[in-house]
């Protein structure tokens, strides 16, 4: 996906949120948001979401120098998750549904603003989404597809969403269904890496592998041979939260569920449902 | 008040939609908002709002040749405006007090989000503003200073909310307080200019002047002799919206009344309330 006139704000508000949480040095800090600007000013804008993305808050934590703005965000998230985790498998079990209601808690897990008041925000959020409606449901397909193929390659989002995703892990399990986890190999915004996935006991329920590269969503052109191999074999992908939206909305030949909350305009208008909304979207372009 | 880190994006953030109400082309739109990016990447970030704000607008303007890009916005909201006001006026007059109504009635105004759902919105924030509670509420104090001062400045924020002001301005007209009413001395943002006051029927309950320039809030360095003036000889000021707000929170000895919805978190912190709440907040600081 490229990005649109009103992303490249949207880069510059990202940077300066990591930028925030990188120093507390004012002269660093306006350093830091200007070479962001500099290099969005000087950069082409035809090129992929993902690049733009990664190179923006790679200069961030080049000119902080802090490799990891995200931590301490990221460690709350998990903190709060952890314990929110044990009251979400029995709201599995007990519905009539469990697949759609796992999978809604793993929507769920997109949809939790990680802000302040996060422990109000997950269960009220999560009620939120198992009671209302997805603005797109392709349940059906994705029990059918998951059945045939029993194999997943499962592309996570942030650091705390991980505990949601092994619910439905768990429940893809149950169905003899193998799941390959795919974080990120590098700390970049609040996305899940191998710690994350670890700290969530993903490596009970799935394999987990990384992107190999510190990219926003997967940037192709970076990922490890590795990563490349198993998106290559995989015959269907679980690709959580927007910034795997981003970088994937233009493979072809792929049989994708996107899973997310969607925050922006731009993506709203792209998937088909209002912004707020949860979708469970099934995606397949045939060259 | 000088801008935060934060500011920088949401200048980019509002010169984009600027932009993209300017002009349809898009090789245009990408030329302009390079060169607001240009101009914030090499000016100082130590003026005063005001003057970046109004200099970002003024690169919109001049770049896509379009001098007034939200003239269409702000004429569906005196539209609408103008259907909602009659409706305004017997709320204020079945009032317990109906200063506070009308003052909560202006503030309303200052409130609504002039988007795409504005009639549905109009009745419903208008609504939660008078059933509600203003965070910050000193309007025992603005009855007690009107009284005295028997003349007010009032500093204009949007057109259409130029027709809840006129509900304030009358019921202070009843208590014998004159009003001289500023907007904007040109298009920016979708402040009110001379037209929307007249729009409005302001001129019918208060005498109408201008900036006398284009310019975010108040920009004193280029304000008219004759604005420059009235301020000066102003005993008390009311102020509308954080336009204003910020042009005006660091100017001593003059007795200012804040009316306006929180939008962002910046002026949340300053101002001493949440965002998104509403405040009438009494403002006097000495040399």
């Given at each position: 996906m490229k990005p649109h006139l009103e992303c490249v704000?949207?880069?510059?508000?990202?940077?300066s949120e990591a930028i925030l949480m990188s120093t507390d040095d004012e002269v660093v800090r306006e350093e830091a948001l200007r070479e962001v600007m500099s290099y969005l000013l000087y950069e082409e804008w035809g090129k992929v979401i993902p690049e733009l993305g990664t190179n923006v808050h790679r200069i961030v934590k080049r000119v902080t120098g802090n490799e990891d703005p995200y931590k301490q965000l990221k460690d709350e998230c998990n903190e709060m998750a952890s314990k929110f985790y044990s009251k979400l498998e029995p709201t599995v079990k007990n519905s009539n549904d469990p697949l759609l209601t796992a999978a809604k808690i793993a929507i769920a897990g997109n949809a939790i603003d990680f802000g302040p008041r996060i422990e109000i925000d997950i269960e009220k959020e999560v009620q939120k989404v198992l009671e209302g409606k997805l603005a797109i449901n392709d349940i059906d397909q994705l029990k059918g597809s998951a059945q045939k193929s029993k194999d997943i390659l499962y592309l996570a989002d942030n650091a705390g969403e991980t505990f949601f995703d092994r619910i439905l892990i768990g429940e893809l399990a149950k169905r003899d269904i193998n799941v390959?986890?795919?974080?990120?190999g590098g700390?970049?915004?609040?996305?899940a890496t191998l710690r994350d996935a670890e700290m969530a006991g993903i490596n009970s329920v799935a394999k987990v592998i990384s992107t190999g590269t510190d990219c926003t969503g997967v940037l192709f052109s970076e990922c490890s041979k590795h990563f490349l191999r198993e998106f290559e074999n995989s015959s269907l992908v679980i690709s959580k939260g927007q910034g795997n939206y981003e970088s994937l909305n233009d493979v072809k030949n792929k049989e994708i569920f996107f899973l997310l909350k969607i925050k922006c305009p731009i993506i709203a208008e792209d998937i088909g449902a209002k912004k707020a909304s949860t979708v469970l979207k099934r995606f397949l372009k045939n060259e």
């Open positions: 704000p949207c880069f510059l508000r990202q940077a390959t986890y795919v974080v990120k700390s970049i915004l609040n996305d």
